[in-house]
C-alpha cells in the first residue's frame, strides 16, 4: 500500500490571516517538502523573499516547497500537482474565504494517495462575531467555524483578554469539536498544523518536555516499544481531556507493521508509515503547557500496548 | 457596390419603421429598409431577389450562451428532447433508459480504440419516471471501457464499472452525500454535485474543459447559430488566456465564419486589479467579429442543484441554503476597479440573496463611481422578487432572465425546490419589462439548446415540459419577446447601437426565416422555420453551412 500524502486545510473568512499563516508554515517547514494549494481570486501571495522561481502559476519555493493557485476546480488541481512528480511530504490548502472546509474534506476522501490531516480554521478575533451575524455571511462563516479542528483565533492582541475570553466561549458553543489556539499574526507553531518530527533514531527519553519559541506551547515525545492499537491510541489522544492540540508519530500496529498516526484536536487518522521508518514507535504531542495531562499521557503507554 | 433585398416581409425593431419590403446593404451596413423607390435614391444597385419569399429580421442576438456547445456535440446526445446538432442532423430525443442504451451501444460499436472512454450528455432520468440510472445499466453497453454521462443539469453524471474502476472509487466504505451506494455497499455510478464527478472526469472524457473551446468547437458553435438564426452571441464565461484569444482573433476573422462572439472573462485565478487590468487590454484587442472587454462573476451556485442563495424561508423542501463563490469585499472590489475603468460586469445569481448581494453591492461601489450607463447585467436571476427589479431600475442595471429554465426544470422547481409560489413568479419577464430594466432571455446553452426562437416561445407561453402552464402573469407578448431576442440582448451587450434592429447605418446582420414570427402566433414561435442568417452582408444558408 502506498503512502498517502496528509492534506491540511487552511480556511476562514477574508482577512482571518490564511495567507500570513502559509508564510509562516513555509518558513517554518523544517525540511519538509510542503505544495501548497491556494484558491483565491488573487495572485500568489507568498512573501517575496521566500520565492526562489516562479513559472506562469507555479512557484518554487527555497526547501523544496511548492506553491500554486487553483481557480473552482480544486480536484483537478490537486490531480496536476501530484502528476508533476515532486515529492511532497505534506500538502496544505488554503481554501477561498467563503469555502466551507467540509465539502473540501469530502472530496479529498475520494481522491487516492491523499488523506485529510486536519482543518484548521483561523477567526479574526475583532471581526469574527460580527461576520457570523451577517445576513449574507454569517451561515458561511459558522459553517467554517463548525467544520474546524483547531480554530486559529488571530490577532488577540488588538482585543482585550475578557473579550478573548468571551469570543473562546462563544467558540466553543458554534465549534464544539475544535480545539482553540489563540495567536498573534496567526503566529503558531508549525507542528500544530504539520506534525513533529519524530527522528528515526532518536535518543529521546519516554517523556521529554521542549519548551516552544512561542511561550505557552508544550511539546512531549513519547515512545513505545511494542505493538499498539492504533486506532484506538488515536482516539484516546483526541480526548480533549489530554489537552493536546497535536500528536503525529510512527507506531508498530497490532501486526507488528509501522503505521502513521496523526491526531489533530478531534480528528485522528492511522495511514500506513512511509517504509523507511525503523526503531522503537514514537510520538509527538503538541499542547498548552497549562493544559495537557501529563500524567495521563505517560500512562497511555502500558495501556495502549497490546 | 449596394444591394438591394427583396423579402416578403422585413420585421426592422425600428418602432418609426417597424416594416418594410426591401433593405439596402452596402460594404455590410444598412443603408435603410423601406420600398425599392426609396431605397434606390442611393444609388445604381443589384436587385437580389434570394429572400423575396422570406422573412427578415434582425439577426438574432443570444446574451448568455458558452461556444462550448460546440464542443458537446462530439459526444453521444443522450436528452430527452430532440435536438439539432452544427451539422444539421436532428437527434431524436431519448424517452427510456432502454433508448438510451441503444444509441451508446451503437456508439460503442463505432469506437475501435479499447481504452478510449464513450462520453454522453443531456440525459435527464427526471423523465424516465425518476429511474435512477446504476453502472449496472452502463455496463450492459461496455465492461471494458469507460462511460460517463453527464445529465442535461449538468450537476450529476452517471458512469460504468470500468470508469469507477479507474477512479479508484469502486470500493466499499465510501462515505460522501453526492455518492450513493447499492446494497453491495459499493457506488451505484451516479455521481452527484462537482466534488463527486470532478475525480470521474478525467477517466470518461470530461475534464474540466466543460466550459472552454478549442477552435474546432468554435466553428462548429458558430454554425449552429446560422441554424438558429443567431448573428451575435455572448460566450459568458471564459478564462481568455492568450492563445485562445489569438485562435479566436483569427477563426473568428475568417472571411466565411458567421457569427459575431462577445466573449465574457470570468473572474477567477486573478485578483480584481489585475482583471480589470487585463479585460481593458482585452478590450483594446477586440474586432469585429470577436467582442472582448467584459467581466463575468459567479456569485451563487444552481438553484436544482440546491447551491443558489435564497432568502428566507429557503428552499421549499428544507435543503440548506446555498453557497457562496465570492465574497462580498471581493465582488465589491471588482465593481469599484470595473465602475472607474468603464468595464461592464455580468454577475451570474440564480438565488434572490445572491441577486441582493450584487444591488446592495453595486449601489456602494455606485457612490464611489458613479457611471450612467454601466449597464451592470444580472444573468439568470431567475428568483428575483419585483422590489428587486424596481432596484434594478433604479441602479441602471439590466436583466438577462433564462425562461428555457422554466420549460426543461419549472416542474421540479414547482414540486421540490422553490415551491409553487416562486415556481410561478421564477424569470419574472413581464415584472422587469413593467419595471422598465432593460431585458434579455437567454439558453445557457449547451445547459438548454440555443435557439432565441425557442427561448421567445418560453417567455410567451411559459409552458413547463409537462404541460403545465407556471406564472400565467409572467407571460409577455410576442412582440414583446421579439424586440428582447434583438435589440434587448443587443442593449445588454452594450451592442444596440450597432445590431439588434434593421435600420440605418446598422450591421447588415439578418435572420432569414420562412415564417413570419409576428404572425405564426406566440403558442407556434417555436416552430418558426429558419433558412438561414445574413452577417455583415454575407449570406449563410443554414443548408449549406
Redesign the interface.
Known sequence: MTVSIPVSLIGGYLGAGKTTLVNSLLRHAGGRRLAVLVNEFGALPIDADLIAARDDNLISISGGCICCSFGSDLVAALIDIRTRGQPIDHLLIETSGVALPGSIVQSIALLPGLAIDGVIVLADAETVEERADDRYMGDTVRGQLAGADIVVLNKVDLVSPERVAAISRWLAEIAPGARIVPAEKADIPAEIVLGGQPEPRSMAPRLQPSRHRTSGYETLNLELDSPVDAEKLGRILADPRLGLLRTKGFLRGSDGAFVTLHVVGQRSQVEPAPSWIEGPGRLICIGFAAEMDRAAIEALRPKASL | MTTIYEARKVVTMNPSRPLATHVAVRDGRILGAGSLDELAGWGAYNLDRTFADKVLMPGLVEGHSHVAEGVQWRFVYCGYFDRTDPDGTTWPGLRSIEEVLARLSAANAGLSDPKRPLTGWALDPIYFDNRRITREDLDRVTTTRPIGIMHASGHIMNVNTRALELA??LRAG??????PLGSDGLPTGEMKG???M??L??HVGL??SLLASDEPGLRAFARLCVRKGVTTAADLAN?LPRPAVEMMLRVCGEGNFPARIVSLRI??????A??IDRVVELRKSSSDRLRLGIVKVIVDGSIQGFSA?LKPPGYYNGAP?G????????LREIFERALAAGIQVHSHTNGD?AT??VLDTLELALRKSPSPDHRFTLQHCQLANAAQFRRMRSLGMCVNLFPNHHFYWGDQHYALTVGPERAERMNACATALASGVPMAIHSDAPVTPLGPLFTAWCAVNRVTASGRVLGMQERISVADALRTITLGAAYTLGLDGEVGSIECGKHADFAVLEDDPTEIGGERLKDVRIWGTVQDGRIFAAATI
Not at chain 2, 465510501?174 to 455518492?179: L, T
Request: net charge negative; charged share 25%.
Open positions: 479508484g472509487l465510501i462515505n460522501h452525500p453526492g455518492i462537482p466534488e463527486a470532478t475525480p472526469g478525467p475534464d474540466r478564462l473572474a477567477r485565478d486573478i485578483s480584481p489585475e482583471l442563495r441554503n453557497l457562496w463563490y465570492v465574497a462580498p469585499e471581493q440573496q441582493e448581494l
